[in-house]
């Protein structure tokens, strides 16, 4: 610090005195959402797992004859609904761990708890920057989808079903994002949450259809939160499927689950 | 108050009271329960005994009301090291009704070219003052800084130490712990010394560290010190140490004319001409040491 820098008291007097207050909460969850979706866009590794990978798959596996799809469903048809599906987990739960078990052990959230910022309003900000960003994902995989000549098979009440299999999935995703992030080391958390993005990668429906598994395998796995997911929006957007009950009783089950744990066992600090 | 982790006691029956307006400062040898103290404070920890006030208010069950009121300074991190110093500084403003405006709060902390430079870059220093800055941006009527100065050069050090000056001429209470005497013994009203927590010395700096009651000087190694205590008036004690550096103390008094006197004309029997000759009262430091001891600590 330069003596130029320096600040002389004689700048400052008068200019402390006490005027404290805490802004209305809308204003500090806007302010705490804004922060989270820049420090994203600022984390080349989250966009990649985010957006690049979920572009990839939907490009490499519709243009190249690599798998067989089950369903009788043209390449396309099937792989956007399980690629959407993706794209949720990879911002709900992946991103979400990552960056939370990171904020965790650089004191970050113990240092929002001394703010006027409530962890429901915390928990509210992060919840909206996670539900911007999928919107910004749905409509980029949308327009690259219908661009390779994706035309969705669905019933008008696909107009409520995808947006509540969406949110069921975010809020389990979530809440096991931040089980993850509260309970475990900053790194083991980085592990866990790539470990399962790769594993629902390979077993959620999301490119290989739950079709080719074994007969005994395929129940369960339906059960898991990205195969009810990708079940249930293929089902409304490829198979016309009115309501997919099974997959959203699935995930609501998952996202009571979740948060439920999360709730119970997340540490601050 | 009382603060257990498990079978260790961090705090064990406190009680101090830090008074609206004033800068106190908590001392204490690393352990003796300083932070868990002010984290208490904070409302980040219940104590399992005891009954914790701030600014009337108790810091768990309140605190909702009371995180508006109190700025908070962590011992270290807090932001994340990915946002810029002026990011971070707006977002905290946002949380505020009347927020001081980052940019000038900024330059007050010198961090104005630092801007844009992402928390992980700042050197420590730095990170220390928009630690510091983050604090006082809601205006505040109460600051926990903990440690508030550890890593900063001396210009940093002394830009602080005016910056805290200003916050308590505009009545706002501090409460910081800090291993620094010197920067105690200038900013605070009201000094706490603990140690294996619990208060083992409260009051003004003026009063912890007595009146003059200190002679020093620098002669020869080696001399009589039982000849020269021999020749002094009763009451006093006489120390060589290191060699060559010789200190006597008055218990209970101040350095008497007669007391120099007799130190010098034991010199001039002995032909020694003391140099550096200095009658002072103890520094924060010499307590602090006499009062927490010498080892150190695990």
């Known amino acids: ?269 | 108050m009382v603060k257990r982790y498990g079978n260790l006691t961090a705090v064990d029956g406190l009680t101090l009271t830090a008074r609206r307006g004033e800068v106190t400062a908590i001392l204490g040898p690393n352990g003796a329960g300083k932070t868990t103290t002010i984290e208490v404070c904070e409302g980040y920890r219940n104590a399992d005994a005891g009954i914790v006030r701030v600014l009337g208010l108790d810091p768990a069950a309140d605190a909702a009301a009371l995180r508006p009121r109190v700025g908070v300074m962590l011992q270290s991190g807090g932001i994340p090291p990915g946002v810029p110093a002026a990011e971070y500084l707006t977002l905290l403003s946002r949380f505020h009704e009347k927020p001081h405006d980052p940019a000038w709060l900024l330059d007050i902390v010198g961090l104005t070219g630092s801007a844009r430079t992402p928390y992980k870059r700042l050197s420590g220093g730095q990170q220390q003052r928009l630690s510091l800055a983050a604090a006082i941006i809601g205006r505040p009527e109460l600051v926990f800084l903990d440690e508030p100065t550890a890593g900063m050069d001396p210009q940093a050090r002394h830009a602080t130490w005016d910056l805290i000056t200003a916050l308590r001429a505009d009545g706002v209470s501090v409460i910081l712990t800090t291993h620094f005497m010197e920067e105690a013994e200038r900013l605070s009203d009201h000094v706490v010394i603990i140690d294996a927590g619990q208060v083992v010395a409260d009051g003004s700096p003026v009063k912890l560290t007595g009146s003059a009651g200190q002679l020093r000087f620098r002669a020869e190694p080696g001399l009589d010190t039982d000849s020269l205590l021999s020749a002094l008036p009763a009451g006093s004690a006489a120390k060589e140490s290191p060699a060559g550096h010789y200190l006597i103390e008055v218990h209970e008094g101040n350095v008497e004319p007669a007391l120099l006197a007799a130190v010098t004309a034991w010199c001039a029997e002995r032909g020694v001409l003391p140099s550096s000759l200095r009658i002072e009262s103890r520094t924060l430091e010499d307590v602090f040491l006499e009062l927490t001891g010498k080892e150190l600590r695990a």
């Open chain 1, 1 to 269: 610090m330069t003596a130029a820098e320096t600040a002389a008291p004689a700048e400052v007097a008068g200019r402390f005195a006490p005027a404290p207050g805490a802004a209305p909460m809308r204003r500090m969850v806007a302010a705490q959402a804004v922060l989270e979706g820049k420090t994203l866009l600022r984390n080349g590794e989250q966009l990649t797992l985010m957006l690049v990978i979920p572009l990839l798959l939907l490009i490499a596996f519709s243009l190249e004859p690599l798998v067989s799809f089950g369903g009788g469903y043209t390449r396309i048809d099937f792989l956007t609904p399980g690629v959407i599906a993706l794209a949720v987990m990879s911002t709900a739960f992946t991103s979400q761990a990552i960056g939370t078990g990171f904020e965790r052990r650089y004191g970050v959230l113990k240092r929002l708890g001394a703010t006027p910022l409530s962890r429901t309003g915390l928990i509210a900000a992060k919840t909206s920057t996670v539900i911007v960003v999928e919107l910004a994902q749905a409509a980029i995989i949308v327009v690259v989808a219908l661009f390779l000549g994706w035309s969705p098979h669905a019933s008008p009440a696909a107009i409520v079903t995808v947006p509540l299999l969406v949110l069921l999935g975010t809020a389990a995703f979530s809440g096991f994002a931040l089980l993850l992030a509260g309970t475990l080391r900053a790194e083991a958390t980085l592990a866990a949450a790539n470990l399962i993005y790769v594993v629902m990668l390979g077993v959620g429906g999301v490119v290989f259809s739950l079709t080719k598994f074994p007969a005994d395998a395929r129940p369960l796995l339906e059960l898991l939160p990205t195969g009810a997911l990708s079940t249930g929006l293929r089902d409304v957007l490829a198979g016309g499927a009115v309501f997919p009950a099974k997959d959203v009783v699935t995930l609501a089950v998952w996202a009571i689950a979740g948060i439920a744990l999360a709730a119970r066992f997340f540490r601050w600090e």
